[in-house]
């Protein structure tokens, strides 16, 4: 009986991530629109280091920022703004200056061959139109009202996602007719892409910056400002 | 309940002691780290926010209509399960408890591909009569309808299975005829399993998440309601959040109050 408590103990505590190689895991915190291109990025880091298990948690920058303000635990964070990472440098978490390394700009993610004839910010004023979008707590959410007050348009949306990816799973699911993601969301067939003008008037900069003093942790940002840029421009991001 | 059976406290065997804390521990601690966390200061200010009314006053809006869709349709339904005799009615119990184990999240998903715009009903009802269903208020009634059903059906007809059928029988035997029978006999015997399934439907449906944010969505005043603008606010005003999380867990203290003892203490299924 206290053999099996004993065990299982040491399985949650294992997995709690409370095992003796500690120092050859790198946690990563990044941005919901940097999934797929970090996701690469952890693969290749882990083929050029065999001994090293990155693990990347991806959500809602301001949900990441959050999470280390109260306490979690990480070794690099990459933001989808500055805003963002000048809160987590407030709180004094920060143990390397922010670099940027990307940009992205928004884009409107509409059913493939766009069928309402979607052509800009304006239509998702339209009646007929179903557009969601990021909600405001988030970087892809101000950089969407942001976008709209420069353009001095006012969208109808009927939902305001939680996360750039929800917004883009709401279009591919059928049920919003439009979505602002960001250009590099667009990138597969399940959604088609309507630019948009003037776009560029609200560029998100990515920084990213380490947060402990692990050797490893500075060498996944110097990889990601170097080899990653490749990856990151592939996939849509701007140069900064 | 059986209190008969009750063991004295010097009689729980020693060994039971140290997990039984820690299960208390595991419930009471994360509340008490949450009142912890609590700005009690600013509190009324976070609680009369804009978005905070907008979501409390759909919370209860939405909540109360999905409590009466379930009386309306949970107890008839309760009715049949426990009275009927034809032969799949255990098959149809297991479905009908279904939204009672699956993850909410995927009840979203499942309500998404059947009442959303490309979902078979879905489409019906826009070819038809025009109406689509996701992103509306009614989208979040029928996903707390989903969720919150069961515990009306469950406690009812548990209740149902318990009284047996006598005073019905009598009742028949007397001339009363079945509409009869169900409004002066079956519904005043139902009472008391049906107060605490509204109690436990009205919170279930109080505190619907998952379903909600898959199928209807999020926008303030029109399906953001509670829980979901506690997620919401997580991201940016974690001082309201906790005030709102604070505020759930006011609502569901009274709600246990309020359904003790037959529900809470264990529903008769």
């Not at chain 1, 990213?208 to 991001?237: M, N």
């Not at chain 2, 949450?34 to 979501?55: E, G, I, K, Q």
């Not at chain 2, 409390?56 to 009927?84: D, M, N, W």
């Amino acid at each position: 009986m206290s053999k099996a408590i004993a065990t299982s103990l040491a399985a949650l505590l294992a997995m709690a991530g409370c095992t003796a190689s500690e120092e050859r895991t790198l946690t990563v915190f990044a941005a919901a629109s940097l999934t797929d291109v970090f996701t690469t990025l952890e693969q290749r880091f882990e083929d050029e280091h065999p001994d090293v298990d990155v693990r990347v948690h991806f959500a809602g920058s301001s949900r990441l920022a959050q999470q280390l303000a109260e306490g979690a635990s990480a070794d690099v964070f990459a933001s989808a703004d500055e805003d963002v990472m000048r809160d987590v440098a407030g709180e004094g978490l920060l143990t390397g200056e922010p670099t940027p390394f990307a940009t992205n700009t928004l884009t409107i993610a509409v059913e493939p061959g766009n069928p309402l004839g979607i052509r800009g910010l304006a239509d998702l004023a339209r009646e007929d139109v179903t557009a969601v979008v990021c909600q405001p707590q988030v970087p892809c959410g101000s950089a969407a009202r942001e976008l709209a007050a420069a353009h001095d348009v006012e969208p109808r949306f009927a939902s305001e996602e939680p996360d750039v990816t929800a917004v883009l799973g709401k279009v591919r699911a059928g049920e919003a007719d439009a979505g602002l993601v960001y250009v590099t969301d667009v990138r597969d067939e399940a959604v088609d892409e309507v630019a948009i003008d003037g776009a560029e008037d609200a560029v998100n900069t990515y920084p990213i910056a380490t947060l402990t003093e692990a050797p490893l942790a500075a060498e996944f940002q110097r990889f990601v400002l170097g080899a990653g840029s490749g990856v990151l421009r592939d996939a849509g991001f701007g140069a900064p | 309940m059986t209190h008969d059976r009750l063991t004295p406290a010097g009689r729980v065997p020693r060994a039971l002691w140290a997990p039984a804390v820690l299960a208390l521990a595991l419930v009471t601690l994360p509340i008490a780290g949450l009142l912890l966390r609590t700005d009690f200061a600013r509190l009324p200010t976070l609680l009369t926010s804009d978005a905070s009314l907008h979501a409390l006053r759909l919370s209860l809006l939405t909540a109360a209509l999905s409590t009466v869709l379930c009386v309306l349709l949970g107890v008839p339904l309760a009715v049949v399960l426990a009275r009927s005799t034809f032969p799949f009615v255990r098959v149809v119990r297991a479905v009908v408890l279904l939204p009672l184990v699956l993850p909410p999240v995927v009840g979203g998903f499942a309500l998404l591909y059947s009442l959303g715009r490309n979902g078979f009903l879905g489409y019906l009802l826009d070819v038809t009569a025009g109406i689509t269903v996701p992103f509306t208020t009614a989208a979040v009634v029928i996903a707390q309808t989903f969720v919150a059903m069961p515990f009306l059906v469950v406690s009812v007809e548990g209740a149902l299975r318990a009284t047996g059928e006598d005073f019905e029988r009598v009742a028949a035997t007397l001339g009363a005829r079945p509409a009869t029978v169900f409004t002066r006999v079956t519904c005043p015997l139902l009472l008391p399993a049906l107060a605490s399934g509204v109690v436990l439907s009205f919170a279930r449906a109080l505190g619907e998440f998952g379903a909600t944010i898959t199928f209807a969505g999020s926008l303030q005043g029109v399906t953001r309601t509670l829980p979901l603008e506690v997620y919401a606010q997580a991201d940016a005003d974690v001082d309201s959040a906790v005030a709102l999380s604070l505020l759930l867990i006011v609502i569901a203290v009274v709600v246990i109050v309020v359904a003790r003892p037959r529900s809470v203490e264990g529903v008769r299924a």
